[in-house]
């Protein structure tokens, strides 16, 4: 892991001599110019600049998070006169410096951009920001994100994007007049991109063929997640959800839940397609979200459950061969309809911060700007942004994910203590067992619901 040293934020007071009114009147001036400007009082914006403030943010080196923290400091600092101080590490990284920041309670983070993951790990040193939420913010968001930041009722995030898996497929091949009359004599309905785990199936095994007849397989109808962490988790989840799993993988009697039928069935699916039907790539037990869609960009796959960001690189010539060929539709749907189990990132405010008033200002104004997220990365957290930007070619994704997140089975990952040590040590065991055959779904998730009670002290 890459050590970065903690950025230690001095603010300077400068005095004059001692017992000068003077000295004092400005001190004074000075210190309500701040005030004034965390509460968002224009009048005294101009008088707080070139004080020498600064607030320090914590983001994911070369994400979405940091392009959008690097181009609105200056906008910030002409505002507020506060310096914008990014500190970026890799992806762990920020949960590892929050996580000890939480322990020493030093002040050196006033604002951080992080994983849904990370929440029940670092709620209890996380400031509440109930007042930002407001009904008018609320209701421009989608369902379940307010509550994927909520931990023990209190709301800890102001969430900055939001994301799923939707279906991509290739609409130079569902659109040919060939392979249309084709799938419709053998399956006896029309291709069209699928909606169930039938249609799904059927798709894929359609699409699976060695192209030039070499024996080698050269198109896949689709792919798995199979990779040891938690894309195949995530994914297996999405279909647990379609299947009507809920509350996901714990029950409301605390006890794992796993190893109960919509969970089987939806281990079953995946694993009937990769050993089964053998419509994904042999080596799927490698593969997750980046291996998966640089197969797709590659032209090796008919279609991919993918996260919806990919359809901006699918369609882009200097990465895809297939760009311009791609379309984007809602997620699948199972026994009880469309549901995934979405990844959104949000802003916290560490309750250490020593700077509350102006963190909660920096993060009214990062979600004013919500729509750069969507230039940065293809999606973003309010539910108008998706409405406005579908329209819009390029976009066409949000507009697949608008339906998908709004689904009624779509749900958040549970809100356990444990969650990293259950991934790792029991959920992404079971997928790696099921799909690579060493068990049943039912004896993999057997397993894993016994893991699980352990973990958790059942």
Not at 373 to 400: D, I, M, N, T, W
Request: hydrophobic content about 40%; charged content about 20%.
């Amino acid at each position: 892991m890459i050590l970065i040293a903690v950025l230690l934020v001095v603010t300077s007071i400068l005095a004059g001599c001692s017992g000068s009114n003077e000295s004092a009147n400005k001190t004074n001036s000075s210190e309500k110019a701040a005030n004034d400007a965390a509460n968002g009082n224009d009048a005294a914006l101009a008088d707080s600049k070139g004080s020498g403030q600064s607030l320090t943010v914590l983001v994911e080196g070369g994400s979405p998070a940091f392009a959008v923290a690097q181009e609105t400091a200056e906008e910030f600092k002409q505002q507020t006169g506060y310096e914008v101080k990014i500190e970026s590490v890799p992806y762990i990284g920020v949960y590892d410096k929050l996580n000890a920041e939480i322990k020493a309670k030093a002040g050196s983070y006033d604002v951080a951009t992080i994983d849904i993951l990370w929440f029940p790990a670092l709620a209890k040193g996380l400031a509440p920001m109930d007042d930002l939420l407001t009904d008018e913010v609320a209701g421009d968001l989608f369902t379940g994100l307010i509550d994927g930041g909520t931990v023990d009722g209190k709301p800890l995030g102001m969430p900055v994007w939001t994301n799923s898996k939707i279906l991509l497929y290739r609409t130079d091949l569902f659109e040919d007049p060939n392979e249309k009359e084709a799938f419709q004599s053998a399956y006896g309905y029309e291709l069209a991109p699928p909606t169930t785990w039938r249609q799904y199936r059927d798709v894929a095994k359609f699409f699976t063929r060695d192209m030039d007849n070499d024996g080698t397989k050269d198109l896949y109808g689709t792919s798995v997640f199979g990779l040891n962490n938690g894309d195949s988790v995530a994914s297996w989840l999405d279909h647990a959800a379609q299947a009507g799993a809920g509350p996901l993988v714990v029950g409301e009697d605390g006890k794992a839940n796993v190893n109960t039928k919509p969970y089987v069935d939806a281990l079953d699916f995946l694993t009937k397609i990769l050993r089964e039907d053998q419509s994904a790539p042999e080596g799927a037990l490698n593969m997750a979200s980046s291996e998966t869609s640089e197969l797709f960009w590659n032209g090796k796959l008919a279609m991919m459950l993918a996260w919806g960001h990919f359809f901006v690189p699918s369609n882009d010539p200097a990465k895809s061969q297939v760009a311009g060929k791609v379309g984007a539709a809602p997620m699948i749907g199972g026994e009880a309809g469309v549901g995934v189990v979405p990844g959104p990132w949000y802003q916290v405010i560490p309750s250490s911060s020593k700077k509350q008033d102006i963190a909660k200002e920096y993060v009214k104004f990062i979600y004013s700007k919500n729509e750069l997220f969507l230039k940065a990365l293809g999606v973003a957290s309010r539910k108008s942004l998706f409405e406005q930007y579908g329209q819009q070619p390029e976009y066409a994704h949000l507009l697949a994910l608008n339906t998908t997140l709004s689904a009624k089975h779509t749900q958040n990952r549970p809100v356990l203590e444990f969650w990293n040590e259950i991934e790792s040590e029991a959920l992404v065991p079971a997928v790696q067992a099921a799909l690579s055959g060493k068990s049943t779904p039912q004896e993999a998730l057997d397993e894993a619901a016994e893991v699980i009670n352990e973990i958790q002290g059942q």
